[in-house]
């Protein structure tokens, strides 16, 4: 009596294991090819960046920080995927995006890369306002051409919009700093200098040092928009949902 219970506890155990099995042939079949060949072929969204603290920059921990860094993040959460931030000196950037090593950045509207590499946002997804500041014995500026033949001091990883060799050579002198903190010291401290900086940090420098006895101009404002890469895959479907994300952004700022 108990062998013959046990062959049959092992009879029904089997038959349920084939019941289990022919479930998930026919079942879970079409789930699986759908599941495989419909999953997207990228794992992560591939942000490209270089260093202009406080906008991005690479913080100790090797982790994307800054402005425009925040800005990325919201746009890789809107689209449900994975921010994996590049950093990439600017000589290296523009090799990366020809390749197609990376995906998304952000860049002026018209630049190097050529519109059959990305597809640029509508709206700017970032604005950056460059102004000179000076001490009050200094003779006042309104634009860059005024800066010929003049002391300068500028931040050694900026570009300024594509103005940085033009400054540099037409200056009667340059000295460099780091970051925005040190260019007010050494404007402080220095004689007949211009320094050329940008408004949001600038301010917040200001306002922390109680800094007086300077004056300022705002000299350009450079909308940086995203830009996407055209092999990404639906590129244009992506942007569309970019530009979106941008126009409620901006509504929402009003």
């Given amino acids: 009596m108990i062998i013959s219970e046990t062959i049959n506890k092992r009879l029904k155990t089997h ?4 019941i289990l099995c022919a479930f998930i042939r026919c079942k879970s079949l079409p789930f699986l090819l759908f599941f495989c060949f419909s999953a997207p072929s990228f794992a992560n969204f591939k942000i490209a960046y270089v260093d202009v603290p406080p ?3 690479q ?6 920080k800054g402005l ?8 890789a959460q809107t689209l449900e995927l994975e921010a994996e931030f590049v950093y990439l000196p600017h000589r290296r950037l523009l090799d990366f995006i020809k390749k197609g090593n990376v995906d998304l950045w952000a860049g002026l509207d018209k630049s190097q890369i050529s519109d059959d590499l990305a597809l640029v946002s509508k709206k700017p997804l970032f604005v950056m306002e460059l102004q000179v500041y000076w001490k009050a014995d200094t003779t006042s500026v309104d634009k860059l051409e005024d800066l010929v033949d003049k002391n300068l001091i500028l931040i050694s990883s900026y570009s300024y919009g594509g103005n940085y060799n033009k400054l540099s050579q037409a200056s009667r002198s340059v000295r460099y700093t780091i970051n925005h903190e ?8 220095g004689n007949k200098e211009y320094l050329l900086v940008y408004k949001q940090i600038s ?3 200001i306002d922390k040092f109680q800094i007086t006895g300077i004056q300022k101009t705002t000299l350009a404002k450079y909308d940086l928009y995203v830009k996407l890469s055209r092999t990404y895959p639906n590129a244009i479907e ?4 970019i530009d ?3 126009l409620t952004l901006k509504k929402s700022k009003d």
Avoid: C, H, T, W
């Fill in 55 to 57: 906008y991005a920059f």
């Fill in 182 to 189: 040190d260019g007010f010291e050494q404007l402080l401290s």
């Fill in 68 to 75: 425009l860094i925040d800005s990325f993040r919201g746009i």
């Fill in 244 to 246: 979106e994300y941008l």
């Fill in 238 to 241: 992506v942007m569309q949902e």
């Fill in 15 to 18: 038959f349920l294991f084939e």
């Fill in 203 to 205: 301010e917040q420098i």
């Fill in 59 to 64: 913080a100790p921990n090797k982790k994307a």
